[in-house]
């Protein structure tokens, strides 16, 4: 039995078309997904039905053994974290602070440790500064922090990250991918939605959404060698793979040639 | 002239920390045509700050600014219509949430040229045609823009103010959300609306490797404070961007890594995979 | 918008800052039910120098008070003239006729247009307000030549209209003063924890104290979303040529139409949001929680509810005697 089972599922916000449409998908315990596909395609969809803010159509979904309802719901939520497309929607303090300390207060987190964590998350992502400041008043790439250090804090055994990073400059989105991945070598199991494809290289599979549909669901390294899969998803494959690519016919750029797969899966 | 920074400060007040300055003594100057320019900087940096002074959505604390020859200063001036400057001036909004209001997509479109004047049935055609501009079919035309996709949302926010017709296009992270393709035709679009009618077009993104391929200039902003305006080239071929929180683009640092891994000497400041590819084949010739 | 200092937290240090809310909350309680005990304008006249006396020593800047007080100072001066016309006992201290004539009215329209163009270029916004109501009182007494359109009538003041009216007026001074130093000191979230903790044995009796907690917090949390809110479609629509504060009337009062109703729809919207966040952040109504912010009483609260409890009882006194 897989950590994250999700059988037959099906979501549909008018009756009419299903925007999710008979999803069968296994995730193992410590697996980092990246989720790719168009606008529109239902990944953020999938998210919210994963945590149980959406209940589907049809279909099941079972975290750790225990299957999705409306009574187990609380249950999951303790297990898995999200940090939501639109960070607006994420907020519920009324400072920096009080918001990064809203989930860990439900968890009945000490209060020291809670100060403790608060320190320790904001540093993480930059916000110490800014810990009293009402989240109204923050920049775009500010207020994005601010909803992955109050999900951080949770120290859920999943986080899903739907768009997180998307309006991060490069470098501070880089100083976060890094602490992403020692806390998936400390095990946290990641979903990461995205539509940067050089973030969803670091994924061990990755899982293309196509009109509520899965297209493809594979490891990062094969799927990549699949061109066909992401053109027609609207998708791009990584500057070095589509230079690759190219380089393909001719021997003589073999050495080049694997030089490039090199920088795109170690970097 | 279109837009001319004078010494422009922008300072945010709030009983909850006072003031907070997020732009400093920023003098620049975009002119009304020809323009297509890149505008970066860290989070937080003042990007959005400095966006919204470009339609005088807000003011200058201190300094002036001059927007198609009217002057603004950190007063409301009675004798300036700001309407007018806002219809030559579009600014789509980092966050679309904040710009979509009205409950179908179709009217959200045509609130802004319903502004200007202009018939009812003009004004659905133009929803219509700018929505299709941004890769959304009619189908959409009835939908509450508030039910949408983050990038459908984004996609329905851009279609509004290009429905305006404005004379300089402002948009604040416009691809930010968009899936690959759609990022792609979206730039295709702006770059060809600057091709064919020579309007000025400002863009704020973090992806530098839009930031090579399309634009002739960039801004970079730093800690509230203007530090670089040129061509992008010049900013690339600078060492360690990565202290003002930039990146290189992607082809930048591939080559250079072949170059580094292989020992082989490859001019690495090609914009495109294509002018990239015909180095890499030219060189293995040598 | 910004004056408006009624409900708003500003931090700073002194005294009031450092109590706990629960003593913030008791005592203002006490302190309110005290005022509404005094009897004599003398005793009042007091409390409100009590009150400012307090300001002083908690180091609030009683000018921002009195800023934040303007916008219901208007409801002060209704008060206060309603209470004047509809109190008739006592004394009567001055008693004459009321004309409206063609003339009155001609007055009232002069009158009116040199308020509003006065409170339109200077800043004496309130002066003129009290001007304006001070002519109206004039124009009426005084002018009655031209024709008639309502027939003279008779006015009365009677001594204890004034002091009522003087009563009412210092009363809801001190009860709004009070408030405010209670919301200016108090951090929103305090003072729902304050709030909570001080209805929790009401629990007992099966109140559910902390949803009711929970409750105000969201709408403390929320009154200046909803301000942001519509803030935010006021710049969405400026930005695409519909700029509140240009145009004649009839478009402005289009443009507010046209804000009310996204305004509806996107707070409903919001609130299902909120409701999503908090749960996919565990939250569970009922279910125990910690608190990052945390309640420590000291000395300071012991002496300032034995001060509020000794002028409750000092108000009894005075009401018995
Ligand atoms: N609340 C809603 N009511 C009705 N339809 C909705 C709602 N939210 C989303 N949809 C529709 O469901 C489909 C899937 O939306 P979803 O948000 O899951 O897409 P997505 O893959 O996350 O896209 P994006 O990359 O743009 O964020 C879209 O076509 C969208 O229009
Ligand atoms: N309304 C406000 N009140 C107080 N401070 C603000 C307000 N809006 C923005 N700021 C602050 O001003 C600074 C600049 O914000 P701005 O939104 O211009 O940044 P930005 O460069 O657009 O960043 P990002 O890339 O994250 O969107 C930030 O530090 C932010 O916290
Ligand atoms: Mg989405
Ligand atoms: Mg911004």
Redesign the interface.
Known sequence: MSYIEIQKLSYSYNEKTNVLDDINIDIEKGEWIAVLGHNGSGKSTLAKTLVGLLEPKTGDITIDGITLGEETAYEIRKKIGIVFQNPDNQFVGVTVKDDIAFGMENLCVPREEMLEKINFYAKKVNMLDFLDKEPATLSGGQKQRVAIAGILAMQSDIIIFDEATSMLDPYSKEELIQYIKTLHKDGLTIIMITHDINEALLADRILVMNKGKVFAFQETEKIMKDKETFTSSNLELPVALELANSLAQDDKFKEIRDKLWEYALTK | MGIRFNQVSHG?T????GL?TAIKDISFEISDKNEFIAL??????GK?TLAKHM?A?IFPTSGTLEIFGKTITSK?DKKI???DI??KV??V???P???????TVEKDIM??PM??KISKEEAKALAKESLNLVGLDDSYLTRNP???????K??VSIA??LA?NPDILVLD?PT?????????VLMDLFKDIHDKTKKSVIIIT?D??LVYQYFNRVLVMNEGHLIFDGDPEKLFREKDL?KN???YP??I??LD??NK??GINLDIYKRT?EE??LE??GA?KL | MKSVIIGQYIPGKGLFYKLDPRTKIIAVFLLMVSVFLFERIEQLLIALGVATLLLLVGKINIIRVIKGLKPIMILLIFTFIFQIMLNKQGQKVVEHDMYFTLFTLLFLVIAFILWRVMVKITKFRFTFFFLFVISIYLTLRYVDYGQTIIQPFNFAIYEDGITMSIFVVIRLLIIITLSTVLTLTTKPTDLTQGLEKLMHPLKKIGFDSESFALIISISLRYIPTIFDEANKIMMAQASRGADFSEGKLKDKLRQVISLLVPMFIIAFIRSEELANAMESRNFVPGEPRTRIHELTMSYRDTLATLFSFSVLILSIVLKVI
């Open positions: 945010y709030s009983f909850a920390d907070y970066v900087g860290h989070t937080g940096s959005s339609n959505l409301r219509k700001y309407n806002r219809k579009g600014l909004f980092q966050f949430e904040y710009q979509l209001f009205e409950e609130f802004g502004n200007f508030y039910n949408l996709s983050g990038g459908e984004k996609r509004g103010i305006m992270e930010s959300g968009l899936d690959p393709a759609g990022r792609r973090h530098m490797d990565f929180h930039l990146d992607n082809t640092k591939v890594y072949l891994s292989l995979i990239a590819l890499i084949k293995e």
